[in-house]
């Protein structure tokens, strides 16, 4: 199985600056970016990889390079990394570090693990199955205080009183014990916003949209159409001087306001959970510093959000320090191509000679 995950090799043209350098993957997973960076790497080169899923190394040992000298795991928590930095001296001599935040399909596909609202599992969606709260703790535990804040803190949904009474409701009578259970409450509660809008995507006659762009200005020429399901590349005309992120950003807009509409009701809650459990935004914040740290002076850290939440942290992060930061989004055909890209979007840090805000 391999996770092909978003901006793949436009993540590793970005980071790979010196063949003979030493870099870190932060985020393991099953190893995709890992193997693409030891292709790119001369024999002198070196890769750290970490990853806080204990599972993980199973699955590497049967990959190819996990024999490759050049290559070294660690099974460990990324807000650790500054610790491995003392034992290993790493401080600033690391070529790049690449972050590629989430979960993989791997995990999410093990129904064992509780992360997908699609399939039957026990309620867990721990990172690190070993220890910690699990989700079934949280929604049958906490009070109610307590669920509704980490839902609007993580979640950034509506409806979250609404939904924190029926968990507070159910509980007493039906623990919660698997995905479905919370998944199917959330649908219940939300079934007639979220029917009431698909029913409307489907009978409301359709606007297409042609964008033609320029760098100072964007008209838009729209005519009804019947009914159409796909967002069409040949309705962008590009005139000479568009500056390609114009472009982007333009397309961007025009898919998110589309498929909006179609994101399951359990995404936003099941995101919460997972990234308080896990202590997501934390770990990001202290991944980010350290690695700024680790980092030879105009070389690149890599990060790959994929929800907004993290995007916003990243952001936040980089406020306090004077790096060069470039933010790009996935390509209207990415986001045709695979929906969840959606929200997605990758960092490319340089490292400057003073990178701290004084
Ligand atoms: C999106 S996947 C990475 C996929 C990988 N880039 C590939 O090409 O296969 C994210 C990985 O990060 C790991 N992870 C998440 N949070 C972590 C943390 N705080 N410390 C270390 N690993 C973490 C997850 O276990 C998962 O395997």
Redesign the pocket.
């Known amino acids: 199985m391999?996770?092909k995950?978003l901006f793949f090799n436009k993540a590793i043209d970005y980071l790979i600056t010196n063949k003979d350098g030493l870099y870190i993957?932060?985020?393991?997973?099953?190893?995709?970016?890992?193997k693409q960076i030891l292709n790119r790497l001369s024999i002198n080169g070196l890769l750290i990889a970490?990853?806080?899923?204990l599972n993980?190394k199973t699955f590497v040992k049967n990959l190819e390079f996990y024999l490759d000298k050049r290559f070294s795991l660690i099974n460990?928590?990324?807000?650790y990394l500054e610790i491995i930095a003392k034992k290993k001296h790493l401080f600033g001599i690391v070529s790049g570090i690449l972050l590629?935040?989430?979960?993989?399909t791997y995990?999410i596909k093990d129904y064992k693990r509780g992360f997908s609202f699609f399939i039957n599992g026990p309620l867990d969606m721990r990172?690190n199955n070993t220890f910690g709260i699990t989700a079934c703790c949280l929604l049958n535990h906490y009070k109610f205080k307590q669920i509704f804040k980490i839902f609007k803190t993580y979640g950034e949904d509506e409806q979250l009183y609404r939904l924190t009474v029926e968990i507070c409701n159910r509980r007493h009578h039906f623990p919660f014990k698997m995905t479905l259970e919370l998944s199917n409450l959330i649908k219940n509660l939300k079934f007639t916003n979220y029917h009431i809008k698909h029913l409307l995507i489907k009978t409301k006659p359709k606007i297409q949209k042609t964008y033609i762009i320029n760098h100072k200005s964007i008209k838009i020429k729209q005519k009804f159409i019947k009914h159409s399901k796909s967002i069409n590349t040949k309705h962008i005309r590009i005139k000479e001087n568009t500056t390609k992120q114009t472009l982007i950003k333009t397309n961007n807009n025009s898919i998110n306001k589309k498929k909006k509409k179609h994101i399951h009701p359990s995404t936003k809650i099941f995101q919460a959970i997972r990234s308080y459990i896990?202590n997501?935004i934390q770990?990001l914040e202290i991944v980010i510093i350290t690695s700024l740290k680790l980092l030879k002076t105009n070389k690149k850290l890599i990060i790959i959000t994929f929800n907004s939440l993290e995007s916003q942290i990243v952001n936040k992060v980089l406020k306090t320090t004077l790096n060069k930061v470039n933010k790009i989004y996935p390509s209207i055909e990415e986001v045709f191509y695979n929906n969840s890209s959606r929200c997605s979007a990758i960092f490319i840090i340089q490292k400057l000679k003073t990178f701290y805000l004084s």
């Open positions: 391999t996770h995950s993957d932060c985020t393991l997973g099953l190893g995709g970016h890992s970490l990853d806080n899923d993980t460990i928590n990324f807000k590629d935040l989430g979960i993989s995990q990172i896990n997501e770990n």
